[in-house]
């Protein structure tokens, strides 16, 4: 008994050697595969949720949403998505996971159709559905482009590597750029009041290349301690850890404040290129992941990278845009009637509708959080 149970040990402890050698000589395959499963699952969580949110709007006697089984649902998945997603920093190149959030794009458009019931009128099919699938067809040549020429070296993310790369001169010249850059950008935005959409989402990718590097540098060294050595124990791990957090509040607020002015495919489409690109150019000099890559390979590469940008433009280049709401009808909505000064019916809106005002159903106010939480995907 003694022996075959000694036998069966040394058997568990062979297969997980193996596992391990697959895992550390498949390093790109393993975080791709993991980078495009957490993509797909974030995308059918927020469709899910979304789903629950218009239900509960067309019920007559409404309830809370996280009171509902499909809502926490859409949550659980939604967590077990970011998790792989987190993971797969620590086994592929920043610059392979990065662009790969537009997996993200193709799965929700589709699960917009199918899921959601999301239907185009006959005369819109052509104008709209056409591009939708020609986006479609242009983001996934483009990524089997990026993947297939991606950069292939992938250093093993201890302590002392980290190290080495936050005190290199590279990083701290790209570090006080973006400072500075940051800064008169957030003067203009703050001071200035220009809130153009280019000037805030630049500010969102300004800090998203920071929120990457500390996410790998985090995810890398925590996978480490898994396998091998601990570094855990590393004061750098605690470091970025913080920076991560700070910097995905920032940006957090940002994607709100931009919610609130612009239309949502628009912000999606602008935001995934820049936060690809800034995470790009930041993997390529903090982790110096093309630096034994030849000429071709870094060029189909970025080939891949601008096809999925403009497939991604297409898909949401004619996205419905919502109408806002009104809370209060004014007297020249009245078919046939015209006046000059045309006062409202309904109270004031002051905050929080009043008597006699259209209902605002609160149970539904939680859409513009998912809308954030879509749209931050994309920094990481």
């Given at each position: 008994m003694h022996t075959k149970c000694c036998k069966q040990l040394s058997c568990l402890w062979v297969t997980l050697q193996s596992l391990i050698f697959v895992i550390y000589t498949q390093?790109?395959?393993?975080?791709?595969?993991?980078?495009?499963?957490?993509?797909?699952?974030?995308?059918?969580?927020?469709?899910?949720?979304?789903?629950?949110?218009?239900?509960?709007?067309?019920?007559?006697?409404p309830k809370q949403y996280y009171y509902t089984k499909s809502w926490w649902s859409g949550l659980m998945l939604m967590v077990l998505g970011e998790g792989a997603l987190f993971v797969s920093y620590?086994?592929?190149?920043?610059?392979?996971?990065?662009?790969?959030?537009?997996?993200?794009?193709?799965?929700?458009?589709?699960?917009?159709?199918?899921f959601l019931r999301e239907k185009w009128k006959a005369q819109e099919f052509l104008k709209r559905y056409i591009l939708t699938f020609l986006g479609c067809v242009l983001t996934a040549g483009g990524t089997y482009l990026f993947v297939t020429f991606g950069p292939n070296s992938?250093?093993?993310?201890?302590?002392?590597?980290?190290?080495?790369?936050?005190?290199?001169?590279?990083?701290?010249?790209?570090?006080?750029?973006?400072?500075?850059?940051?800064?008169?950008?957030?003067?203009?935005?703050?001071?200035?009041?220009?809130?153009?959409?280019?000037?805030?989402?630049?500010?969102?990718?300004?800090?998203g290349s920071v929120t990457v590097i500390t996410v790998k540098a985090v995810s890398g060294m925590i996978v480490l301690s898994i396998l091998g050595p601990l570094q855990l124990s590393y004061p750098i791990f605690y470091v970025m850890f913080i920076c991560m957090v700070a910097t995905i509040v920032f940006q957090a607020s940002f994607l709100a404040q931009a919610s609130h002015l612009y239309d949502s495919s628009l912000i999606a489409c602008v935001n995934y290129i820049f936060c690809t690109t800034f995470a790009i150019v930041a993997g390529a000099i903090f982790y110096q992941e093309f630096y034994h890559e030849d000429v071709l390979h870094i060029c189909m590469f970025l080939l891949g990278c601008t096809i999925c940008f403009l497939g991604v433009f297409l898909i949401t280049?004619?996205?419905?845009?919502?109408?806002?709401?009104?809370?209060?009808?004014?007297?020249?909505?009245?078919?046939?009637?015209?006046?000059?000064?045309?006062?409202?019916?309904?109270?004031?809106?002051?905050?929080?509708?009043?008597?006699?005002?259209?209902?605002?159903?609160?149970?539904?106010?939680?859409?513009?959080?998912?809308?954030?939480?879509?749209?931050?995907?994309?920094?990481?």
């Open positions: 390093e790109n395959l393993i975080g791709t595969l993991l980078a495009i499963f957490g993509n797909l699952l974030v995308s059918i969580s927020v469709s899910i949720q979304k789903q629950s949110h218009v239900t509960l709007a067309g019920n007559k006697d620590a086994f592929a190149p920043l610059s392979l996971i990065a662009p790969l959030n537009a997996v993200s794009v193709i799965s929700s458009s589709i699960l917009g159709f199918l992938h250093e093993k993310l201890n302590a002392e590597n980290i190290v080495k790369h936050v005190i290199g001169w590279p990083f701290l010249l790209y570090l006080l750029l973006g400072i500075i850059t940051f800064c008169l950008v957030l003067y203009f935005y703050k001071q200035r009041d220009a809130n153009y959409l280019v000037l805030i989402l630049l500010l969102v990718a300004l800090l280049k004619n996205k419905r845009k919502l109408k806002g709401f009104e809370p209060y009808v004014t007297m020249d909505m009245v078919k046939g009637m015209t006046c000059d000064i045309c006062w409202a019916v309904q109270p004031d809106y002051n905050g929080s509708f009043s008597y006699g005002a259209l209902e605002n159903n609160d149970s539904v106010a939680s859409v513009p959080t998912l809308l954030v939480v879509e749209m931050y995907r994309c920094l990481l």
